[in-house]
């Protein structure tokens, strides 16, 4: 015996074929590594470079976390310092007020002019560079921030722009 469809039956099952077959050939990767590596910066530039732009929200947010990983970084490199004598008194309070800091603030005027003060500081930058010189450590993914650093002066003019 024989079978009978419609035309708009046939359409449906070809549809849901391929469907199915899309459903196949997607293909998915799985980022895996310690927190801050860069998991999340190479799908964003995987997403910028091949998908949609992001949009205002998700624009704010990634600001928000690129605010939050230069003050974890500027607090690890901190953390390191043993020996405050050799700093001026300006470096000292730059890093009394970067201790004082809860990390996941958002880069305000004050704190930004302290991460100036201490990036300007030759010491600083020798620890700093040190931490990312010794592979063996995790902290190695810090050499990135050096070009942030580098450019703090013209991300704070844009700043200053916006208002």
């Not at 459903?23 to 990767?29: A, F, G, H, R, V």
């Not at 810090?142 to 002066?153: E, I, P």
Request: hydrophobic share 35%; net charge neutral.
């Amino acid at each position: 015996m024989g079978c009978c469809a419609s035309s708009e039956q046939r359409q449906t099952t070809t549809e849901n074929n391929e469907n199915e077959v899309k459903k196949d050939e997607t293909n998915k990767l799985l980022f895996l590594g310690p927190g801050g590596c860069g998991k999340s910066t190479l799908f964003k530039q995987l997403r910028q470079t091949f998908g949609s732009s992001f949009d205002k929200t998700e624009r704010e947010l990634l600001g928000e976390h690129i605010h939050t990983y230069v003050i974890e970084t500027v607090s690890y490199v901190v953390s390191l310092i043993d020996d405050r004598s050799k700093f001026s008194k300006e470096v000292q309070d730059a890093i009394e007020y970067m201790e004082s800091l809860k990390v996941r603030t958002i880069l305000a005027e004050n704190t930004i002019a302290h991460i100036k003060i201490l990036w300007n500081d030759p010491t600083f930058k020798a620890i700093f560079e040190e931490e990312v010189s010794n592979e063996a450590e995790v902290y190695t993914f810090f050499f990135t921030l050096v070009f942030f650093y580098r450019k703090s002066k013209p991300i704070d003019k844009k700043k200053k722009r916006q208002r």
